[in-house]
């Protein structure tokens, strides 16, 4: 599916549009450049959820957890990633992003596209791109 949007919200929209039908387990991928909107659609999808956390961007922390409580859909929390500031695979070994992945978490990824191979394949692949202004195009594809 592919939208088009004018402001924040209403890709905050877009992304409460997607929380409606995760149940836990996705990993969603988050492909598009600085100010695209990656973490602005990751704060949509936490308040979707049922959290009143502000999403703020892991660039410098990498990892944030947002708890949901009670579990929505039986996600009882969302890992955002950022692998903004990472190159090589070898790396992610300290995140051990692999024992975060549960049937309880939705991991949300922004910049996974930045190493040399799919490292992660995602169940959802989300790509925004600057249209000019505050328009954004919203690509969103799900596994077949
Ligand atoms: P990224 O994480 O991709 O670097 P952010 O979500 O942090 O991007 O920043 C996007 C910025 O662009 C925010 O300041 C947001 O308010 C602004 N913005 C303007 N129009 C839009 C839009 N249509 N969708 C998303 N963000 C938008
Ligand atoms: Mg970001």
Redesign the pocket.
Known sequence: MRYI????E??KAIAKELAAVLQGGEFIA?I??????????T?GLVDALGSKARVK?PTFTVMNEYKIDPPKNGIARVIHVDFYRFSKEAELGALSLEDEMRADTVIVA?WPNVFAREVYEPDIKIT?SHKGG???EIEVETGA
């Open positions: 949007t004018h402001n924040a209403e890709t988050l598009g450049d600085l100010g695209a909107g990656k973490t602005t659609f704060q961007s922004e925004l505050d328009e954004r």
